[in-house]
Structures are given as C-alpha cells and as structure tokens.
C-alpha cells in the first residue's frame, strides 16, 4: 500500500523560502514519476514540479526559476525547494506518486494514483 506523507509547511512573507518534504513508503516502482501540486484557494490543483526515476524533471510556468524538485532516492523522500516566495503561491500542497514515465507529462494530476494529505503554505505580502 503507498503512503506519502507531506511535511515543512507554513506562514512565511513574501520573498521568503520554504522546503517540502514528502515520506513515501510501499512505492515499488522507481522509474515512475512523483509529482507537486499547488491548490489555491478556491482554485483547481495545478501541477507545478515533477521529476521521472532518471532525475529528469518538469516545472509548470507559474514556478519556473524559483522552485526546485528533487528526491532522496535511499530516505524515499521527495522535496520541493521553493525560494521567492509570492502570496499567490499560497495554498495547499499536495505530494503524488506513480505517475508518467516522462517527466514532462507529469503535471496532469489524472496521471497520477497515489497522494498525499497535502500541507498549507501561507505567503504574506
């Protein structure tokens, strides 16, 4: 059974950084893509980073120069550094695992079966 389990929200102004962690367990196959979305509120979830099993990784526009995906393959750990923070980043972020095989199709959250719970980030202007 997967579990992702996210981690490192919170409140931070605007300008500000913020590191995602996200702890997954019963993932068994690595080539496949893990993925962030970003859910504003009252707005649709939007993929905004996704990286495949040979590192290669996928940003959506609205994050681009700013954020950075990458994984701890041995800790089973995905992050997302995520540096000049804006308030309209604010919302929940979720974690997602077993996706496409080609990290450019990763930012469609029907590609993807498992999820995480999410964890809130607030950006203050």
């Known amino acids: 059974q997967v579990r992702l389990v996210e981690s490192g929200g919170g409140s931070v102004q605007a300008g500000g950084s913020l590191r995602l962690s996200c702890v997954a367990s019963?993932?068994?196959?690595?080539?496949?893509?893990m993925g962030w979305f970003h859910q504003a509120p009252g707005e649709e979830r939007e993929g905004i980073a996704a990286?495949?099993?040979?590192?290669?990784?996928a940003y959506g526009d609205s994050v681009k120069g700013r954020f950075t995906i990458s994984k701890d393959n041995a800790e089973n750990t995905l992050y997302l550094q995520m540096n000049s923070l804006k308030p309209e980043d604010t919302g929940m972020y979720y974690c997602?695992?077993?996706?496409?095989?080609?990290?450019?199709?990763?930012?469609?959250?029907?590609?993807?079966?498992?999820w995480g719970q999410g964890t809130q980030v607030i950006v203050g202007s």
């Open positions: 997602a695992a077993g996706g496409p095989r080609v990290a450019r199709f990763g930012l469609e959250d029907f590609e993807y079966p498992y």
């Open positions: 019963g993932v068994t196959d690595s080539t496949k893509s």
């Open positions: 990286i495949n099993g040979d590192g290669d990784t």
